[in-house]
T-cell receptor, first 115, second 116 residues
Framework: DQQVKQNSPSLSVQEGRISILNCDYT??????FLWYKKYPAEGPTFLIS?????DKNEDGRFTVFLNKSAKHLSLHIVPSQPGDSAVYFC??????????????FGTGTRLTIIP | DSGVTQTPKHLITATGQRVTLRCSPR?????VYWYQQSLDQGLQFLIQ???????AKGNILERFSAQQFPDLHSELNLSSLELGDSALYFC???????????????FGEGSWLTVV
């Protein structure tokens, strides 16, 4: 059962335009959400996060939006740059006490920025 | 460079065999996490150790086991390997036990396991 879903396996965006990556979750107990970025031959690196008490968090060109009622979050990258080409993973945590430390990841979206 | 070191980077082995993947956490980090990424799958949490003790368990098969040693490095042992065990295995580390608040978890580059 995939509790965190990224339904778009790939996305291509022109350089300078906005990239929007989407993520849906099913577990209403999740209370913290994160985006990770992964380049080939490297491990995932943390990008940005949001707590369930907020609906928006911004860090430079990256903004994450959370819609709890829809169980949906999105990552906006503005403006998109060639170095943003990578695989982006959505992740969530929460839902239990003992296992609270674990992250549940989506399957990733490969973003390609076209020069 | 995250500071998390995983060896080997690539490994090819036959079905039925046993392999050991090794992880050295960042200096000062007490928690080690293991994740599995299969083809077209997200990262699946396997197990976490904190300061030598098992802290949390995820979707880890009984054929798999892990441990964290006094020097804090960790090993993931995979036995009776099947074709479906072919995957990228990530190790991550954090300072505290509850390191899920994103930026406190650092991932290694992963170990590619191919079972033939």
């Amino acid at each position: 059962d995939q509790q965190v879903k990224q339904n778009s396996p790939s996305l291509s965006v022109q350089e300078g335009r906005i990239s929007i990556l989407n993520c849906d979750y099913t577990n209403s107990m999740f209370d913290y959400f994160l985006w990770y970025k992964k380049y080939p031959a490297e491990g995932p690196t943390f990008l940005i996060s949001i707590s369930s008490i907020k609906d928006k968090n911004e860090d430079g060109r990256f903004t994450v939006f959370l819609n709890k009622s829809a169980k949906h979050l999105s990552l906006h990258i503005v403006p998109s740059q060639p170095g943003d080409s990578a695989v982006y993973f959505c992740a969530a945590s929460g839902g239990s006490n003992f296992g609270n430390e674990k992250l549940t990841f989506g399957t990733g979206t490969r973003l390609t920025i076209i020069p | 460079d995250s500071g998390v070191t995983q060896t080997p980077k690539h490994l090819i082995t036959a079905t039925g065999q046993r392999v050991t993947l090794r992880c050295s956490p960042r200096s000062g980090d007490l928690s080690v996490y293991w994740y599995q990424q299969s083809l077209d799958q997200g990262l699946q949490f396997l197990i976490q150790y904190y300061n030598g003790e098992e802290r949390a368990k995820g979707n880890i098969l009984e054929r798999f086991s892990a441990q964290q040693f006094p020097d804090l490095h960790s090993e993931l042992n995979l036995s009776s390997l099947e074709l479906g065990d072919s995957a990228l295995y990530f190790c991550a580390s954090s300072v505290e036990a509850s390191g899920v608040r994103g930026n406190t978890i650092y991932f290694g580059e992963g170990s590619w396991l191919t079972v033939v």
